[in-house]
């Protein structure tokens, strides 16, 4: 079962709520809800998610947030860490030279990296990625790509646009690709002669400062 179906699931027991209840938060008919319950349906639409975020203030990161099945390390055991350097925001200012300017780094657990290639970091600047559990201000572990054929469809990655950079879903469909958020209010880009798109580095792993 998806992450999303058993998330809801999981909410709609925990606050006794019905699948009419969701249909209407979401804007779709009970049948739809039905549907995804009873695995017609592999994931929760996107716009369903943001609607239900918004109608409950949960936490962006609600349903996408994998319980642990088991403990990875012990308060007796001392990490093993690295560390990564931070390149500046995924939004803006980011240019082909940035992996030359630091401005900072983190102390990162080992078994969060990958072992073969370098990784680095980035803090997310803006909404565009909320459906994906991740919001404004997020810092974002990226391990360092410029292969193309690395990337697969369903991926998050970091890209550069045009000169500036993006934190977005790869999709692939008929030899088409697309960047695509997990925001409805913005737009999907797609990858075509007219655009400038080169790959960064892959999405590694999520470390939210605390509030």
Known sequence: MDITVSRLLEFKRENNITNEAIATICGVTKQ???????????????????????????????????????????????????????????????????????????????????????????QVSGDSMIGAGIIDGDI?????????????????AAFRVDGDATLKYFH???????????NPNYQPIPVNASREVELIGLFVSLLRPPI
């Open 32 to 122: 739809a809800v039905t549907e995804v319950f009873q695995g017609r349906t592999k994931s929760v639409p996107l716009r369903w998610l943001t609607q239900l975020i918004a109608a409950y203030e949960l936490d962006a990161n609600y349903f996408f947030r994998k319980e642990a099945t088991k403990q990875l390390y012990t308060s007796e055991k001392q990490l093993e860490m690295q560390s990564i350097p931070l390149l500046g925001k995924i939004a803006a200012g980011f240019n082909k030279h940035s992996e030359e300017i630091h401005e900072g780094g983190f102390l990162v657990p080992m078994y969060l990296l990958p072992k073969k290639r370098p990784c680095f970091a980035l």
């Open 140 to 156: 974002c572990v990226i391990e360092k790509q410029d292969n193309p054929s690395a990337i697969k469809h369903g991926d998050i």
């Open 172 to 182: 692939k469909k008929d030899k088409q690709a697309w960047l695509v958020p997990a």
